[in-house]
Structure formats: structure tokens, C-alpha cells
């Protein structure tokens, strides 16, 4: 379990986030010049489809995600046991598949390196990685 996950503080900006800024956020979430995309994923339990705002950033065929409060999300626990999702992010979306999580060191290599300081600022220790099944991104609808 990433150490950034037992951090009570983060439980408390992680409940907030979820109840109150990702719901504002989902109105520019994915679009063309934002900083955020969204993930689609399917509910484990309940099959219900949820939006989550996340940063996503497109390397070659993947999408690698950092994960500031841990691999214990619902989001990324639900792409997990689905094993695939939809990214939209920069006004594009994606199919994605075979989800993962990957250190740090081993993002390192994917991101470059400006992206990558920019995270380790603020201390995130894990990522998660996905494949890219298919370009979707003829198909999104997202009006800029």
C-alpha cells in the first residue's frame, strides 16, 4: 500500500474532493487545454457507470495517472477488477485496458522529465498505468 494512503489528511482532502471539487470539476474534466481528464469506470458492486476527474497523461500507447491519495481509490479499484475504462483527456478519448499500478521509478521512464518533478513535488509515490486499446477519440462529442 503507497505510504500516501494512510495519511489521515489525505482521507480528509480525499472526501472532500469526491463529495464536493470533483463534481465542479467534471465540468471541464477531458476538455481540450485543461489540466484534468476523466476516467469512466464501472461500478464493482453496484454496475453503475461513474466519472471521475483524474490527470491523465498520454505516453506513446499508454496512460499514465498519478495516484496522490494511493492505490486505495474507488476509481482506480473499480478499472482494476473491470480491467478496462475510458480516458478522456485533452478534448480525446481512449479505450483503455490491462490497468496497473507502477511505482514511481518505473514511471520515471515513461513521463518526461519536467512532467515527472512535477509530480514528485507533491511527494506522489505510485501511478497508474493503462494500455490503450483503441482511439476513440473521432468519436468523443466534446465540443471545445
Known amino acids: 500500500m503507497p505510504k500516501n494512503a494512510t495519511n489521515p489528511a489525505n482521507d ?3 472526501k472532500f474532493n469526491k463529495h464536493v471539487l ?14 484534468a481528464g476523466v ?4 461500478g464493482r458492486r453496484t454496475g453503475r457507470v461513474h466519472l471521475t476527474p483524474v490527470v491523465a497523461v498520454r505516453v506513446a500507447d499508454h496512460i499514465v495517472t498519478p495516484l ?3 492505490a486505495d481509490t474507488d476509481w482506480l479499484r473499480n478499472a482494476l477488477e473491470a480491467g478496462e475504462a475510458t480516458i478522456t483527456t485533452g478534448g ?8 496497473r499500478v507502477i511505482e514511481a521509478t518505473d514511471a ?8 515527472f518533478r512535477e509530480f514528485a513535488r507533491f511527494g506522489i509515490d505510485h501511478f497508474a498505468e493503462f494500455d490503450l486499446a483503441t482511439d476513440t477519440s473521432e468519436e468523443s462529442g466534446h465540443e471545445d
Open 12 to 14: 480528509g482532502v480525499r
Open 22 to 35: 470533483n463534481p465542479m470539476m467534471l465540468h471541464l474534466a477531458g476538455r481540450k487545454h485543461w489540466y
Open 39 to 42: 476516467i469512466r469506470h464501472t
Open 68 to 70: 496522490p491519495y494511493g
Open 92 to 99: 480525446e478519448r481512449f479505450d483503455v485496458i490491462n490497468p
Open 108 to 115: 520515471a521512464t515513461l513521463l518526461s522529465a519536467r512532467r
